[in-house]
């Protein structure tokens, strides 16, 4: 059987925590128990038809594995033109910590220059699809430009709300694609509950991280790139700079469904979560052993996309790191600005803080001799280092 171009496995959504099933034909947001929904696709069916050499030819964009992502129509999708980013061998910095395959993932690449897009591209074509009329998100920068954008280019309003001290740079983005960015004296925590407030008041369709189960869907692309990267493999090691967690999630769940497929086996690269150490819950939770972070006081780092005190799927970021044998790792606002300007100096890719943080936290662990020499290690530059200004 061949998939037809509008093709999708999508079959329904399923309760993070309970497994419950949900409609996907209506507006759903979290479930019935306060949990993220995941998408679901039939994998079983997919598997006769959708195997790696049906994306030969297919343009290098999020688009390539639209069976696997929930959009019914293609006319539906609205697209900038996400995903596709290059891999890229970090040669000198891979000799100075002695490792023979280390590579970037250089997210900067990206429309509105943040990874963020691969996820609002899914969720705001999904959100249209299915009659929202306004959009609504908290973010601390990134999302709310990647919201902007695509809002524009479906014809809706969309509110952003941000921390008073957002980047300049994203702010200014999402102003200039016709968004409305409010300001909170707060923490992206109070600026989801400002945004929850006024969706329930207003009918703002929430696309705060994990408050729908569509950007996850987006994100999740990263892994599917990264295999078809590596020639038909996955990494052994995968450090990504952790605030939500929706992109760490997404490839954990993007593995599960290549295995499904048949694409991979069982085996797994060990996932990484780099904090700060003034906003480091998660490496807290693995190490106490808990399955969920109790919120981080004060949280304080420079690194915008990190100052996430509690993730609403701290609980699945903490079982994909436990459950791939990997580790949370948390570096300081020096070491990570440090890393993010060698990192810029060295090769050439314009990093942003977070993507620093990633260097910096790989430095620790071969100092440790956690990553082996010849292991094949990959680091997620998230954002431009242009958006920082
Ligand atoms: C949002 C963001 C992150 C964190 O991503 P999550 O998937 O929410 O964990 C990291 N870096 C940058 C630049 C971001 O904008």
Request: proline share 5%; aromatic share 8%.
């Amino acid at each position: 059987m061949v998939a037809r171009a509008e093709e999708t496995f999508f079959t329904h959504l399923e309760c993070s925590r309970t497994g419950e099933s949900y409609e996907k034909g209506e507006i759903q947001h979290v479930s019935r128990a306060g949990a993220p929904l995941l998408a679901r696709y039939d994998t079983a069916r997919a598997r006769a038809s959708f195997q790696p050499d049906a994306l030969t030819g297919r343009p290098f964009n999020i688009w390539r594995y639209r069976e696997l992502l929930p959009l019914a129509n293609t006319s539906d999708i609205l697209s900038l033109g996400e995903g596709g980013t290059p891999l890229l061998q970090a040669h000198r910095q891979g000799a100075r910590l002695g490792l023979s395959c280390l590579y970037i993932k250089d997210e900067g690449l990206n429309p509105t220059a943040s990874f963020k897009v691969r996820g609002m591209a899914v969720a705001v074509s999904m959100a249209v699809a299915l009659g929202a009329k306004e959009l609504a998100v908290a973010s601390a920068g990134n999302a709310g430009g990647a919201l902007a954008a695509y809002a524009a280019r479906a014809g809706l309003p969309a509110h952003i709300v941000v921390p008073r001290d957002a980047p300049r740079g994203s702010v200014a983005e999402a102003e200039a694609f016709g968004a409305e960015v409010t300001y909170v004296d707060g923490l992206i925590g109070d600026a989801g509950r400002l945004v929850a407030e006024r969706s329930e008041r207003h009918g703002w369709y929430d696309l705060s991280t994990l408050k729908e189960p569509y950007r996850l869907e987006g994100k999740k692309t990263m892994g599917y790139e990264l295999f078809e990267q590596l020639d038909r493999t996955l990494p052994d090691v995968i450090l990504y700079p952790t605030g939500g967690g929706t992109g760490l999630v997404g490839m954990w769940k993007a593995f599960d469904e290549m295995e499904a497929l048949g694409w991979i086996g069982s085996g797994r690269p060990r996932l990484v979560s780099v904090q700060s150490t003034g906003c480091a819950p998660l490496k807290r939770a693995m190490e106490s052993g808990a399955l969920a972070c109790t919120p981080w006081g004060n949280a304080a780092t420079i690194a915008p996309g990190l100052r996430v005190p509690k993730a609403l799927g701290d609980f699945l970021i903490l079982r994909a790191l436990r459950e791939t044998k990997g580790r949370a790792v948390a570096v300081t606002d020096d070491e990570l600005m440090k890393a993010s300007r060698a990192l810029t100096e060295t090769e050439g890719i314009f990093a942003c803080p977070e993507g620093g943080a990633c260097l910096a936290a790989l430095e620790s662990l071969v100092d440790e001799s956690w990553v082996g020499k010849d292991e094949t290690v990959i680091l997620f530059n998230t954002a431009s280092g242009a958006k920082y200004f």
